[in-house]
């Protein structure tokens, strides 16, 4: 399989994201049910009262909308990363049930680190050769346990580094992702889940715009959190997330 690459992909959603959102959040001050509330809000748009309630900060009603992606080509460094973010459900791609095998590359499936790409072609090459390294490692250690399958594999993948790569179904609540974005998209952040939360967003603004044109690192919006660390480049990333219409 050798090198692979990020994907991201909005698998699922709420229905009507926004409209859920202004329902839940006008329900609160109404004395109408909940048909009569639904009708109402149907039959208007919504967009002006979702901009303000996001604007003001009421988000509990953003809770109630969900989006599930479907991310491959990530490393292994990438999910310890993600599941730092706690309020989400995940399932993950099991090193102990699936057998890490190559295929006419001689190697499992793993990242490149761009930082390492950029050294040049005989730094890559280095590269590429370590994982195959590991992946005869891999299988050495399968042999040796007997090759039973996942009583094998458990302890086999041991030597495999944090570029292998990994796949994943991860949902979260709209609130949980405007978080995420607002700390994953920084400049500081990681490279690969800067990577992956750059699509994540690309695929939300198209189902929930209003909602996700707040979106961005911190410094958008408000002031940077780095401190000293700032990456200075405010005004970019202002041209970059700010508001979308």
């Keep these: 399989m050798g090198r692979t690459n990020v994907k991201v992909r909005l698998l699922e959603h709420t229905p009507n994201p926004e409209n859920v959102v202004a329902m839940a959040a006008k329900l609160c001050y109404s004395n109408a049910n909940i048909g009569e509330l639904l009708e109402k809000i149907e039959s208007n748009d919504q967009s002006n009262f979702i901009n303000g309630l996001v604007a003001m900060g009421h988000m509990s009603p953003i809770e109630h909308i969900s989006f599930t992606f479907g991310i491959e080509g990530v ?3 990438f999910l310890a990363q993600i599941t730092r973010h706690r309020i989400a459900s995940f399932s993950v791609k099991s090193q102990r049930y699936t057998k890490a095998i190559g295929d006419g590359t001689g190697t499992f499936a793993y990242i490149l680190p761009p930082q390492i790409e950029a050294l040049g072609e005989d730094a890559v090459k280095k590269y590429d050769n370590q994982m195959r390294t590991m992946q005869v490692w891999y299988n050495e250690w399968v042999e040796a346990l007997g ?3 996942e009583s094998s594999n458990e302890d086999a993948r041991f030597v495999l580094p944090n570029a292998a790569e990994t796949k994943m179904i991860v ?3 709209a ?3 405007l978080h995420v974005f607002s700390y994953r998209l920084c400049n500081r952040a990681q490279w690969e889940f800067r990577t992956v939360a750059d699509a994540m967003l690309e695929e939300v603004r198209k189902v929930a715009p209003i909602i996700f044109s707040y979106a961005g690192p911190h ?3 408000s002031v940077c959190l780095e401190g000293k660390k700032s990456c200075g480049k405010q005004a970019e990333i202002k041209a970059k997330y ?3 219409e």
């Design 75 to 77: 490393s292994r460094a």
């Design 147 to 149: 090759n039973k399958g």
């Design 171 to 173: 949902t979260f609540n």
């Design 175 to 177: 609130r949980e992702l």
């Design 219 to 221: 410094c958008v919006h």
């Design 242 to 244: 700010g508001k979308k």
